[in-house]
Structures are given as C-alpha cells and as structure tokens.
C-alpha cells in the first residue's frame, strides 16, 4: 500500500448527490478495495491502482477551517468518493479534525462509511444539532463480503454501529447497495427484520453500477476465490428485471414496518 502525504487547496466541494450540498473527502484513494466501486471512473483512476494507495490531505483541516467562515450552511457528505473511516483514519484522524471544525459551525453532516471505526468519534458526532450515520451494507452475507469488500468491517460490526448511535439519539440509515446478486425474495424479510433491529427507519437502495471495468473486475475477484454460488448469481447484475422485483418486493415489506425505501440515483 502506497501512502502519500499531499496539500489540498479546497475541502469542501458542490455536490450533486441527493440530500447533499457539499461534499468532503479527506482522503484520496480507498483500501477497503472493494470490487464493484465505480470511484476509479470518477476519478480517471486505473483501476489495476485502486485500492493500492491511499493520498493523505494533511492540511485539509485548516483548509476546511477557513471555508467554512465563508461558506453558505448546508449538508455536508463525508465522503462520497472514499470511506472516511478507511484503516489509515486510526493513525491520521483527518476525518476527526474535521468533524471538530465543522461543528465549530455545526454544519449539519451526513456520514457514511463500511466501518465500524466511526464509533471512535461518538463523543464529536452526538453534539451535532444535525448528524446522520449512513452505514453501507450490500449483502448480511460475510463470507461474500470478505470477497468484494475485503477490508471493511463485518457486517455484525457494521449493525452494531447502527444501533449504537439510535441508542443515542443519532438519526442512522443504510445504504443498501449494491445490492448483492446472491439476494433472492425469499431473503429479504430476513434482511428487513436484521434492519429493523437496529431501529433503521430509511434505507436507500441501489443496483451495482457497471462502469466501465467493473464487471471484468468483479468477475477477476470471484476467481480469485472460486465461490461458486456468487458466481453462479453474477447474471443477476445485468439483469434489470432482478434489481426492479427487489426493489418493488423491498417497498411492500418497509410499508408495514415503517421504512421509508429511498433510491439512490
């Protein structure tokens, strides 16, 4: 893994996702490594090099320091092009030194991460008048995770974040997605119920973006590991009739518990 200090000249930038107003990367790079993200074609990044570096913005707490003196108050994402709370998050703390100046302001933020490190900073995001912790799950399958997002944090871990900050009053959701193509109707009230257990009361859910590279990529890793159930599912991606009827099943179960079902894009 190659780990480079660099200098940003801006923190904050527009964002286009829903629900956001500006985003916030503290990072650039990602090792959780995860098969299927679409980042690298964002980025014009080789795909062979991601999840082999990691660039370090070392001075973007100051930059965000003085942006947000001038700033309009809106959300702000952290992150939408790296997990903020990736492995290197424990040594440098960007995203901590962040959170601090941003509630200086209190801004409010949308968090949203594969880790469980993010319990590290409870103490910061509990003062917020404003936080939401936006945990990713695409599968409550481990042993598919360990595949295509290798160096995440379990899923039982990931739960656990959830329902720690609804214990404390934090507003949590899920982002659902991609949703795995091992899934089948049959699974999905098991899945629903594991939610709901953790007081989640917004899922946002998405089908598994095929940019440029990704299939091939995904395709790569699943030999890499031989799991033949996985790869026997792969179909499933590129079948738009599989993502709808998930879709449409996930809205009519969420009706009786009292889950708003959100699309991602």
Known sequence: MKIKEVKCKNALSKSKLPGLDYSLNPYRGCIHNCAYCYVPNILRIPREKWGTFVDIKKNIPVILSKELKKKTKGVVGISTVTDPYQPIEKKYRLTRYCLEQLLIHDFPVCIQSKSDLILRDTDIISKFSNAEVMISIGTINDSERKILEPNTSSIKDRLKVLKN?????????????????????????????????????????????????????????????????????????????????????????????????????
């Open 165 to 265: 900050f609804s214990d404390i009053g934090i507003k949590n959701s899920i982002f659902f997605g991609p949703i795995y193509p091992t899934i089948k109707k049959e699974d999905l009230n098991e899945i629903i119920d594991l939610f709901s257990s953790v007081n989640v009361k917004e899922i946002m859910i998405d089908n598994c973006n095929l940019k440029p590279g990704i299939w091939e990529n995904i395709n790569n890793r699943l030999k890499q590991n031989n799991h033949e159930i996985l790869k026997s599912s792969l179909k499933n991606i590129k079948n738009q009739d599989y993502y709808k009827k998930i879709r449409n099943n996930l809205i009519e179960i969420c009706k009786n518990k009292n889950i708003k079902i959100v699309d991602a894009f």
